[in-house]
């Protein structure tokens, strides 16, 4: 009985760092732009299905759809100013939207976060038919690389993106962590 316990109690010592050590993966990281974003715990990438999107991330929300993040860069001088892009969000509701804007700059990058919410008008980006989402919020970022801005848009009902403006907001400066 001994002889099988001793070589038994090893292989449990071997195997249980090798164990633990998977579990601690390394978030991952997807690269927009200039920038390296970080996807912690519970972003995932989901299939980037757009034309003009980078990426597409997914944030799993109890006992509703999961809200989806896209990413966009458009290339060097292309995208649009700033105020240009915050105008035209906020235009993608009806009437006038409760607005708040939280802007700093990190590491000499002008880093701007909106959160708007009202009837949101969804539906393609360049006119056709859009449909009324009351109670909806935008959770949306600029963040102003060198040659070109990157955007993250998200959007969905207001208590989902509610519970998860905290992630949003850390996801969007996760370039800029030491």
């Known amino acids: 009985m001994k002889t ?14 090798f164990t633990a050590s998977q579990a601690e993966e390394p978030a991952k990281k997807i690269t927009v732009g200039e920038f390296n974003f970080t996807l912690a715990a519970p972003w995932q990438e989901a299939e980037n299905t757009g034309m003009m999107t980078k990426a597409i991330i997914e944030h799993p929300i109890k006992d509703a759809v999961a809200l989806k993040a896209m990413f966009y860069h458009f290339g060097s001088g292309q995208g649009g100013a700033v105020e240009a892009n915050i ?4 235009g993608q509701f009806e009437g006038t939207p409760e607005v708040k804007r939280d802007e ?18 969804d539906g393609p980006p360049m006119g056709g038919n859009k449909t009324p989402r009351p109670d909806y919020q935008m959770l ?3 963040l102003v690389g060198k040659d070109a801005p990157v955007f993250i848009k998200l959007t969905g009902p207001k208590a989902s993106t509610e ?11 996760s370039p800029f962590e030491k």
């Open 140 to 142: 949306a970022s600029i």
């Open 163 to 173: 519970s998860i403006h905290d992630a949003f907001k850390k996801l969007t400066v």
């Open 87 to 90: 105008n035209r969000w906020i």
């Open 4 to 17: 099988i316990a001793l070589p038994l109690l090893a292989l449990c010592a071997v195997l249980l760092p």
């Open 104 to 121: 700093q700059t990190i590491d000499g990058v002008q880093v701007v976060i909106l959160t708007a919410t009202g009837t949101y008008l």
